[in-house]
């Protein structure tokens, strides 16, 4: 895969004349549209004349030393689950094809659009988020990072948002993460996904999965790009990241269920970048974390995504619900079967939960953990229901222990070049935002050595 560079080097080319937006959302385009490529797949509309003319006018701006921010110019992708004014909000699905145009942007596209990142266009996802595959039968399943002859799924449910970025058609994406949506599609593709401590950044103007559990997050080449984007989308100071040194790091790997049932090339990759880590001078403590096996039970029924999208889309799916996936559809209609008790019972639980874990790690500096329990799947062994829910339920299992618990993690690409791609995780409690950025960007690039 070509090396495209990061939000600073775009930054620094920009200001220093080297190259301008138009080339970049040109460049951005042609990728898209090569018929060799993956971007009939991974969006699902691209809006050409709005980007070019929006580069054309941050060009104009940065002229006159009146750009909105360093990174105005940087062309982005969007997943579908946003709101962008004058354009309908599908969420990857065919029952909202007839929807009525957004009247105003998403709180974080507006935030986006503030900062001069000019939109080059909405990426396919999973219908309504609903998976951590990547999968769609709507608009194709753009492939992933991995054997592409073959044909290996993407992560879900922020597919086309990694494959933007990995293939070069946007130089960041915006994201989200219910229970690893961010992170499973950055693993897979060997790039870099955020997901913050919730409250850090609006929901408004997103199609919601789950209100309690859904994040809006950044997928970027490195942890910095990550950061800046993260800035951006919380409405926070862009301050430049400051990586943490390795020696002195308390990191705790959690041995209960986050390190059960790995495939091989993942255990071997998490083991060789703990090493790694250790080598340099982290301290590792393998701890045991009782509270997770509560989460399972807590989900039993569906949980938080099956009750609150089902208050979302009951009216929905009266009217179209031939149009789902019926693998979505499935999941959805779980919670038409939980009470209002059940969900009382959840929200208490989760408090609980929350107050348990963060007790228990207040000694570290993270949770490192592998991001998800497998490697991409190949997309046509997925085509039978069983090997599909299996192989969803593994890449989500990691990334939802963190949601639940209301922390904030970060995926990095940990395998060596020419590998099959695999993530680890570094977690924190809610509101550890930075700390989880400088302790990634201090080990970035060992833990690939």
């Not at 079967?337 to 963060?358: K, P």
Request: glycine share 8%; proline share 6%; hydrophobic share 40%.
């Amino acid at each position: 895969m070509p090396d495209f560079p990061t939000l600073a080097k775009l930054a620094d080319d920009l200001e220093s004349g080297r190259t301008t937006s138009r080339r970049l959302v040109e460049a951005c385009i042609a990728r898209i549209a090569d018929p060799a490529g993956e971007g009939q797949r991974t969006f699902i509309h691209v809006d050409k004349d709005a980007a070019l003319a929006t580069a054309d006018a941050m060009d104009g701006l940065r002229k006159v030393k009146a750009a909105p921010s360093r990174y105005a110019g940087i062309p982005i992708s969007i997943k579908d689950l946003f709101d962008i004014r004058g354009q309908t909000t599908r969420a990857g699905s065919r029952a909202l094809d007839d929807s009525d145009p957004a009247e105003h942007d998403a709180a974080t596209v507006e935030r986006l659009r503030k900062a001069g990142f000019v939109l080059i266009g909405r990426t396919n996802m999973t219908e309504f988020a609903y998976s951590g595959i990547g999968i769609n039968p709507h608009y194709g399943t753009p492939k992933g990072a991995w054997n592409r002859a073959e044909g290996h799924v993407p992560g879900g449910s922020s597919s086309g948002a990694a494959v933007s970025v990995l293939d070069g058609m946007a130089h960041g994406a915006l994201g989200t993460d219910t229970g690893g949506s961010c992170r499973i599609p950055a693993a897979f593709n060997g790039i870099v996904g955020y997901k913050p401590t919730q409250r850090r950044v609006p929901l408004d103007g997103a199609v919601p999965l789950s209100f309690s559990l859904d994040s809006i997050g950044p997928l970027a080449r490195s942890v910095s790009c990550c950061a800046i984007l993260d800035a951006v989308l919380a409405n926070e100071p862009i301050v430049a990241l400051k990586p943490r040194p390795i020696q002195g790091m308390r990191l705790a790997v959690p041995t209960t269920i986050a390190l059960d049932d790995l495939d091989a090339a993942v255990a071997e990759t998490f083991e060789r970048a703990l090493k790694s880590l250790a080598d340099h001078g982290a301290s590792i403590e393998r701890i045991e974390m009782a509270e997770f096996h509560d989460i399972g039970p807590m989900n039993a029924k569906g949980g938080f995504a099956a009750s609150e999208s089902y208050a979302w889309h009951r009216y929905l799916i009266t009217a179209k619900g031939d149009v789902y996936d019926p693998r979505v559809y499935v999941r959805i209609m779980r919670g038409e079967a939980q009470s209002a008790a059940d969900y009382i019972d959840l929200l208490n639980e989760r408090r609980s939960l929350i107050a348990r874990v963060n007790a228990r790690i207040a000694p570290y500096d993270a949770l490192v953990l592998p991001t998800t329990a497998n490697t991409p799947p190949k997309i046509a062994d997925l085509a039978d229901d069983k090997a599909f829910t299996t192989q969803n339920l593994r890449a989500l299992r990691n990334c939802t222990l963190i949601n639940m618990i209301d922390g904030c993690a970060i995926s990095l690409p940990a395998h060596r070049e020419g590998d099959v791609p695999v993530g680890l995780m570094l977690a924190g409690a809610g509101g550890s935002d930075r700390r989880i950025f400088e302790l990634a960007a201090g080990m970035e690039a060992v833990i690939r050595v």
